[in-house]
């Protein structure tokens, strides 16, 4: 019987970073914190059935320059971290490799391989004694072969920042074209092809078509349950025959939001509800989904779709 994993993330972002302008100066998380009773939601609703969610939380030099530390969220916000690990949640690292000196100050990407690569290890060294992390992901969805090898090499198993079909544009670094939708070992000098295993294999945010009202024909998207749910279910519709066409018997979907995007002080728009009524809703259709299919499914944190990935794969090829 086909098997599904079902990975919901939470990028925790400040307010207002991400969507149609990034805004990389922006240092708000009322997102984050409106976000700490999501548990108590989720537990109201049975028929879901537990969810772990892995937080990839925000740790970096913008936050080190600005607020004192990388570690800012983890210290502020300490007592809710705790409670997420008693609940079997994951937290994993989530650095936006900027540079900026002063708050007001332009933000800079770290984008030069080498520069990124050495950020990350000056990061990680600061981070190590704090933050028990095994999964990766990098801001902004990108990687090279160079930052992707130093993650590696700092002992990660696991990265989720591929964001299959998708490229960045005006020189962003960021390219997945061609990038498979699935768990898989990236060759050591093209990320978007799968290679031999090695020490990291990449769980990428799975990426599907949705139309938004403001589209002239689907985009392609990561698969984000915040927007509203007629728009969740229409690309629930084309994920359903993809379901059903597939032939693997184990199978790991890679959910993401970010924390403004549930927000309900935020106005709603074409895209995002603005509600964690919503988010809950179409998770459960989701899950209404495959259990209609007939299939087992499971909600899981993203390590531990690693591990079952990593021990499926090779029982196959044994």
């Known amino acids: 019987m086909k098997e599904h994993l079902l990975c919901l993330t939470v990028d925790t972002d400040p307010d207002g970073l991400s969507g149609k302008v990034i805004d990389r100066q922006t240092l708000r998380w009322n997102g984050l914190e409106y976000l700490q009773t999501l548990s108590d939601d989720f537990a109201g609703a049975s028929e879901l059935g537990p969810v772990?969610?892995?937080?990839?939380?925000?740790?970096?030099?913008?936050?080190?320059?600005?607020?004192?530390?990388?570690?800012?969220?983890?210290?502020k916000y300490a007592n809710f971290w705790a409670e997420v690990r008693t609940l079997r949640h994951e937290i994993a690292w989530h650095p936006h490799l900027y540079r900026q000196v002063r708050r007001?100050?332009?933000v800079a990407l770290i984008a030069n391989p080498n520069e990124a690569q050495d950020e990350l290890e000056r990061l990680w060294s600061r981070l190590k004694p704090c933050l028990f992390a095994t999964t990766f992901r990098n801001g902004e969805g990108w990687h090279t072969p160079e930052t992707y090898a130093a993650v590696e090499r700092l002992g990660f198993p696991c990265d989720s920042t591929g964001i299959p079909g998708r490229s960045g544009v005006n020189g962003h670094p960021m390219n997945w074209s061609g990038a498979p939708n699935l768990p898989y070992f990236p060759q050591l000098e093209d990320?978007?092809?799968?290679?031999?295993?090695?020490?990291m294999l990449?769980?990428?945010?799975?990426?599907?078509?949705?139309?938004?009202?403001?589209?002239?024909?689907?985009?392609?998207?990561?698969?984000?349950?915040?927007v509203h749910c007629s728009l969740f279910t229409k690309a629930l519709e084309s994920w359903e025959n993809a379901c059903k066409a597939s032939t693997s018997e184990l199978s790991v979907w890679v959910m993401i939001f970010h924390p403004d995007e549930v927000l309900e002080t935020q106005s709603a728009d074409g895209l995002y509800a603005r509600s964690i009524r919503d988010l809950r809703k179409n998770l459960q259709a989701m899950a209404d989904c495959l259990r209609r299919l007939g299939y087992m499914f499971e909600w899981t944190t993203v390590s531990y779709a690693a591990k079952r990935w990593r021990a499926h794969h090779q029982r196959t090829i044994a």
């Open 104 to 106: 007001g100050d332009e």
């Open 52 to 75: 772990p969610l892995t937080w990839f939380v925000r740790a970096d030099g913008q936050l080190e320059s600005i607020l004192g530390t990388p570690a800012y969220l983890l210290e």
């Open 191 to 199: 990320l978007c092809m799968s290679g031999p295993p090695r020490d």
């Open 202 to 226: 990449e769980i990428p945010m799975n990426t599907w078509y949705l139309q938004a009202p403001h589209d002239r024909s689907p985009r392609l998207r990561y698969m984000n349950p915040a």
